[in-house]
Nanobody, 122 residues
């Protein structure tokens, strides 16, 4: 499956953005989807994940209460709503897909989108 991440941009601290991860095929509903982010000089870290049914969601502690992951399988799309953004949220955001449940490690994700840049100014 091919993934296309979009929705990044420049926003002031305290603002909001919504990222989208669109999949190329209708079997998208079979995959758990996760968002990762990578800041300059840093490793790619888990941000949020959602199971294929959407029944279970998981978040990194740093974004709990601010970010919300959701999915619309009819549109083959997963969303990441990001509120109360902070400068430390600045990174390239990637979506990734895997069969099976949500995991927080990069390994085990079979497919990756190309990334979308989020810049939060102070």
């Amino acid at each position: 499956v091919q993934l296309q991440a979009s929705g990044g941009g420049l926003v002031q601290a305290g603002g909001s953005l919504r990222l989208s991860c669109a999949a190329s095929e209708d079997t998208f509903y079979r995959y758990s989807i996760a968002w990762f982010r990578q800041a300059p000089g840093q490793e790619r870290d888990f941000v949020a994940g959602i199971t294929w049914t959407g029944a279970e969601t998981y978040y990194a502690d740093s974004v709990k209460g601010r970010f919300t992951i959701s999915r619309d399988n009819a549109k083959n799309t997963v969303y990441l709503q990001m509120n109360s953004l902070k400068p430390e949220d600045t990174a390239v955001y990637y979506c990734a897909a895997r069969t099976g449940g949500v995991i927080t490690g990069r390994r085990g994700h079979h497919y990756w989108g190309q990334g979308t840049l989020v810049t939060v100014s102070s």
